[in-house]
């Protein structure tokens, strides 16, 4: 699994760095150099992954990934909720996207005790309005509430 | 001379740079107390709070965070067996035995107090040796500053991965991002696709951001549905400092363990996690009873946690003289460093001298206030042991948002710390480090410009043109070993792990 993983990710960096090389043509001459070379470097070393793996028996360093204990604790659906919740901030204000995405994210994560919603929520919100908002004069966006 | 001293001692005791201290001394203990957080996502979260500060009152929190965390690391290593940060791991064996034998008291004392001398010890060699050190710097020109770059993304490549390929790969994958936005010579837009807000680059904090801390939040939701393991246990025992018998037991390891932190330190990649191992089996192989190792010797928990703390200052000195992090959160201090306009080099110490000092010299305040503070909250310290991640998690997402955008007030830099968290969390599930490609994007400009006027310079020639400048050549000879070495010992541990 992990060997093939490691001759995708070759495959993909070797598409993505001759796709960006040919994007690089365009540049005007003396701007083109340095990244051409970085993109050749990124080339040349994923030859060296693919044709390392069919020499190595397993893939090096990789953090093993775990099937989460609770199905809701994927990482790619917490990741669902951060895009929902960013794309929400400018039509809800900060504040408000910021309570229903912590609120939402905690349900999903196991947490069903109302005070420790309105607790966690709370003390969210007055850190970040005392030092962003009051202290650091952080414009956080405003939305239709709050 | 004289007036420098004073002023520094001015800055480093005004209240407000005693309070961050402060706040960075309980934040940064209770990050790495907290198992699902580590020091490099508390620090790039911290850098855009620090950047509405004054320069040296921002550094000194990023730097007091950066050296309670890595104490911090120990409290959970000792109490519950799971390190708080990598840095803790070797301290978990002996600590816990400790703590099972009923002397957790003893072992966070003696961790408290390790972590103070091996952190103030490093903190006075910062001070000592990077002035002259950064004397060094003026004799760099363009050729130079380029094999610079490559030499700390080569050897930052080599330690921070488990695979070299992967690391060198990250390390030009993160210099090439370095090129995106307006050239600035001829003012064209490189790899933006038409994107107005990549005309200034990506940003490297919100970058940072996603990286190491968006990514982290991904990996913490995964141990959500685990039970919480806090710990109650009884650890007030009428004492607040070590017995002289402890101390005296400990000092010797304690030393050691010192000086091959702040070794390992300087060294640019090593981080806190090999030396913490290193300083563990130097002390077993010096100790009068190597025998106690592994069965609860607070000798062992003092030369890993002397050695982690040690790692801190050391990483410091040549992230001051050259720009070249010596861990993973000394690249992210980097870019806290830049962020205030702060270039590492001879500059720190003359034009900007009163600051780097007073950061300096407060590193070692902000440990012996460390070592207060933990010493006196050392019996409430297992408490944050038991915060689960299902809250953690989604403040710490919250936290990236509000940090990244802080920033610049823009949505986009929001984007970009989204974007390269999903980024940083694949590349650690398949064995790619994000600290090389970190410090890439933060010393890409750099390199680039050192590549291009070395072009010029040599006329063509760049190999003679390098090869004719001694500090070129010594980095080359560096930079070759940094790859080198590290492919060597693992080409011999594959074969020595062999059956015969």
Excluded at chain 1, 97 to 125: E, N
Aim: with cysteine.
């Amino acid at each position: 699994m992990s060997l093939m993983a490691d001759r995708l990710i070759g495959a993909l960096l070797i598409v993505f760095s001759i796709a960006l090389y040919i994007n690089s043509r365009s540049f005007p001459i003396g701007s083109e150099t340095f990244p051409q070379a970085m993109l050749a470097t990124i080339f040349i070393f994923s030859v060296f992954l693919i044709a390392g793996t069919f020499k190595s028996k397993a893939g090096a360093g990789q953090e093993r990934e775990k099937k989460p204990a609770n199905r809701a604790a994927s990482p790619y659906l917490t990741y669902a909720q951060v895009v929902l919740y960013v794309l929400l901030i400018r039509p809800l204000g900060f504040f408000v996207a910021s309570a229903l995405f912590i609120a939402g994210m905690m349900y999903f994560l196991g947490v069903r005790c109302g005070q420790i919603f309105l607790y966690t929520i709370i003390g969210f919100a007055t850190v970040i309005y005392l030092l962003f908002v009051t202290q650091l004069k952080v414009p956080l966006p405003h939305g239709i509430l709050f | 001379m004289g007036s420098m001293v004073g002023t520094v001692l001015v800055d480093v005791f005004t209240w407000q740079n005693l309070l961050v201290i402060l706040v960075g001394v309980i934040g940064g203990i209770l990050i790495g107390g907290l198992p699902g957080l580590t020091a490099n996502m508390g620090v790039a979260l911290l850098i855009p709070i620090t950047f509405g500060m004054e320069p040296a009152t921002g550094l000194l929190m990023l730097v007091a965070v950066y050296t309670a965390a890595i104490y911090g690391g120990s409290i959970a290593a000792i109490l519950l067996h799971t390190p708080g940060t990598s840095a803790s791991a070797a301290t978990a064996i002996d600590g816990y035995e400790l703590t099972k034998q009923g002397k957790a008291a003893t072992a966070m004392r003696v961790s408290i107090v390790a972590s103070t001398f091996g952190g103030i010890f490093s903190g006075v060699f910062l001070l000592l040796v990077t002035p002259p050190l950064s004397l060094v710097s003026l004799k760099f020109g363009p050729p130079e500053y380029f094999l610079l770059a490559v030499f700390g993304l080569s050897t930052i490549a080599s330690i921070s991965s488990g695979s070299l390929i992967k690391g060198l790969i990250a390390g030009a994958f993160g210099l090439l991002l370095g090129t995106v936005g307006m050239e600035v010579n001829s003012g064209f837009p490189r790899f933006t696709f038409g994107l107005l807000d990549l005309h200034s680059g990506v940003s490297f904090v919100p970058a940072m951001i996603g990286l190491f801390s968006l990514s982290q939040v991904l990996f913490m939701v995964k141990k959500t549905g685990e039970s919480v393991a806090g710990v109650n246990l009884n650890l007030d025992d009428g004492r607040l400092l070590p017995t002289r018998q402890e101390i005296k037991t400990i000092k010797g390891a304690s030393l050691r363990s010192s000086l091959i932190g702040l070794f390992v330190g300087i060294l640019p990649g090593a981080g806190g996690d090999i030396a913490s191992w290193i300083g563990y089996s130097e002390g077993k192989r010096f100790s009068k009873q190597p025998e106690k190792f592994g069965h609860g010797s607070i000798e062992a928990v003092a030369a890993s946690e002397a050695a982690n703390n040690a790692v801190t200052g050391g990483s410091l000195i040549p992230l001051l003289t050259l720009g070249i992090p010596g861990s993973a959160t000394a690249a992210v201090l980097l870019g806290g460093l830049m962020i205030q306009g702060l270039v590492p080099g001879r500059e720190l110490f003359t034009r900007y001298a009163e600051i780097t000092y007073t950061v300096m010299f407060g590193f070692i305040i902000a440990n012996l206030v460390m070592g207060a503070v933990a010493l006196l909250a050392a019996r409430y310290l297992q408490k944050i042991t038991g915060v689960p991640n299902r809250i953690l998690a989604p403040l710490v997402a919250a936290l990236c948002v509000v940090g990244s955008y802080a920033l610049g007030n823009n949505m986009f830099d929001v984007w970009i710390m989204v974007f390269f968290g999903m980024l940083g969390y694949l590349m650690r599930i398949y064995g790619f480090h994000p600290a090389p490609v970190v410090l890439g994007l933060i010393l890409g400009p750099m390199a680039e410009k050192g590549f291009r006027q070395s072009l010029v310079l040599s006329k063509g020639d760049i190999l003679s043109y390098t090869l004719s400048r001694p500090i070129s050549l010594v980095l080359i000879v560096l930079i070759v070993a940094a790859v080198v070495v590290p492919a060597i010992m693992d080409y011999r541990k594959k074969h020595a792990a062999k059956p015969a």
